[in-house]
Protein backbone atom coordinates (compact mmCIF):
# COMPACT_ATOMS: atom_id res chain seq x y z
CA UNK A 1 0.00 0.00 0.00
CA UNK A 2 2.90 1.88 1.17
CA UNK A 3 4.26 1.55 -2.53
CA UNK A 4 0.44 2.85 -4.38
CA UNK A 5 0.68 5.63 -2.04
CA UNK A 6 4.12 6.93 -3.17
CA UNK A 7 2.90 5.63 -7.23
CA UNK A 8 0.19 7.58 -6.89
CA UNK A 9 2.29 10.46 -5.13
CA UNK A 10 4.79 10.13 -7.93
CA UNK A 11 2.15 10.49 -10.54
CA UNK A 12 0.09 13.30 -8.78
CA UNK A 13 3.89 15.24 -8.89
CA UNK A 14 3.97 14.18 -12.42
CA UNK A 15 0.81 15.99 -13.60
CA UNK A 16 1.37 18.86 -11.67
CA UNK A 17 5.09 18.83 -13.07
CA UNK A 18 3.26 19.12 -16.56
CA UNK A 19 0.52 21.64 -15.53
CA UNK A 20 3.37 23.65 -14.10
CA UNK A 21 5.50 23.55 -17.07
CA UNK A 22 2.60 24.51 -19.68
CA UNK A 23 1.50 27.09 -17.35
CA UNK A 24 5.55 28.41 -17.44
CA UNK A 25 5.30 28.50 -21.15
CA UNK A 26 1.88 29.90 -21.58
CA UNK A 27 3.71 32.27 -19.47
CA UNK A 28 6.41 32.30 -21.33
CA UNK A 29 4.53 32.72 -24.90
CA UNK A 30 2.28 35.60 -23.09
CA UNK A 31 5.42 37.46 -22.17
CA UNK A 32 6.93 36.88 -26.14
CA UNK A 33 4.30 38.33 -27.35
CA UNK A 34 3.43 41.34 -25.10
CA UNK A 35 7.24 42.12 -26.12
CA UNK A 36 5.88 42.20 -29.30
CA UNK A 37 2.81 43.83 -29.24
CA UNK A 38 4.46 46.59 -26.94
CA UNK A 39 7.18 46.99 -30.05
CA UNK A 40 4.27 47.20 -32.30
CA UNK A 41 2.13 49.52 -30.34
CA UNK A 42 5.57 51.49 -30.06
CA UNK A 43 6.41 51.29 -33.89
CA UNK A 44 2.68 52.27 -34.69
CA UNK A 45 2.73 55.79 -32.07
CA UNK A 46 5.88 56.25 -34.02
CA UNK A 47 4.00 55.88 -37.78
CA UNK A 48 0.76 58.13 -36.20
CA UNK A 49 3.13 61.10 -34.86
CA UNK A 50 5.02 61.26 -38.46
CA UNK A 51 1.84 60.80 -39.72
CA UNK A 52 0.71 64.38 -37.32
CA UNK A 53 3.35 66.17 -38.37
CA UNK A 54 3.00 65.58 -41.66
CA UNK A 55 -0.67 66.86 -41.64
CA UNK A 56 0.50 69.45 -39.62
CA UNK A 57 2.83 70.51 -42.51
CA UNK A 58 0.03 70.45 -45.29
CA UNK A 59 -1.81 72.13 -43.12
CA UNK A 60 0.04 74.91 -42.58
CA UNK A 61 1.44 75.07 -46.51
CA UNK A 62 -2.57 74.99 -47.53
CA UNK A 63 -2.99 77.75 -45.09
CA UNK A 64 -0.44 79.48 -46.49
CA UNK A 65 -1.05 79.32 -50.29
CA UNK A 66 -5.09 80.43 -49.47
CA UNK A 67 -3.35 83.44 -48.16
CA UNK A 68 -1.26 83.78 -51.46
CA UNK A 69 -4.51 82.88 -53.38
CA UNK A 70 -6.19 86.40 -51.05
CA UNK A 71 -3.51 88.22 -51.68
CA UNK A 72 -3.68 87.14 -55.44
CA UNK A 73 -7.45 88.10 -55.48
CA UNK A 74 -7.25 91.32 -53.63
CA UNK A 75 -4.54 92.43 -56.11
CA UNK A 76 -6.31 91.61 -59.40
CA UNK A 77 -9.21 93.43 -57.98
CA UNK A 78 -7.03 96.53 -57.50
CA UNK A 79 -5.85 96.08 -60.59
CA UNK A 80 -8.99 95.67 -62.34
CA UNK A 81 -10.27 98.52 -60.49
CA UNK A 82 -7.55 100.79 -61.98
CA UNK A 83 -7.35 99.42 -65.64
CA UNK A 84 -11.40 100.66 -65.48
CA UNK A 85 -10.60 103.69 -63.72
CA UNK A 86 -8.28 104.20 -66.44
CA UNK A 87 -10.93 103.09 -69.59
CA UNK A 88 -13.47 105.72 -68.08
CA UNK A 89 -10.46 108.64 -67.78
CA UNK A 90 -9.60 107.64 -72.00
CA UNK A 91 -13.29 107.66 -72.74
CA UNK A 92 -13.21 111.20 -71.20
CA UNK A 93 -10.50 112.29 -72.62
CA UNK A 94 -11.55 110.66 -76.15
CA UNK A 95 -14.99 112.61 -75.31
CA UNK A 96 -13.69 115.74 -74.95
CA UNK A 97 -11.04 115.45 -77.72
CA UNK A 98 -14.06 114.64 -80.15
CA UNK A 99 -16.03 117.61 -78.84
CA UNK A 100 -12.53 119.74 -79.70
CA UNK A 101 -12.99 118.46 -82.92
CA UNK A 102 -16.08 119.25 -83.77
CA UNK A 103 -15.86 123.23 -82.49
CA UNK A 104 -12.52 123.47 -85.19
CA UNK A 105 -13.49 122.40 -88.44
CA UNK A 106 -9.92 122.20 -89.65
CA UNK A 107 -7.93 120.67 -86.37
CA UNK A 108 -4.27 120.41 -86.55
CA UNK A 109 -2.54 117.04 -87.55
CA UNK A 110 -1.33 116.23 -84.17
CA UNK A 111 -4.56 116.49 -82.56
CA UNK A 112 -5.78 114.05 -84.93
CA UNK A 113 -3.47 111.60 -84.42
CA UNK A 114 -4.10 112.19 -80.83
CA UNK A 115 -7.87 111.33 -81.18
CA UNK A 116 -7.53 108.29 -83.42
CA UNK A 117 -5.05 107.24 -80.57
CA UNK A 118 -7.29 107.43 -78.12
CA UNK A 119 -9.90 106.22 -80.49
CA UNK A 120 -7.89 102.83 -80.60
CA UNK A 121 -6.74 102.66 -77.17
CA UNK A 122 -10.33 102.30 -75.79
CA UNK A 123 -11.07 99.67 -79.02
CA UNK A 124 -8.59 97.65 -77.75
CA UNK A 125 -9.21 97.73 -73.90
CA UNK A 126 -12.84 97.11 -74.44
Known sequence: MMQEDLTMTRSEAQKWWEVT???SAS????????????AQIGRLCE??????????ELQALISFYKEKAQEAQSNCDNMSQAVHQQAEALARHVGEAEEEWNRHIDPPLVFFRLFCFCQNMLRSIG
Do not use: P, Q, T, V
Open 47 to 56: ERDRAIDKAN
Open 27 to 38: LSEFREKEKKGL
Open 21 to 23: NKR
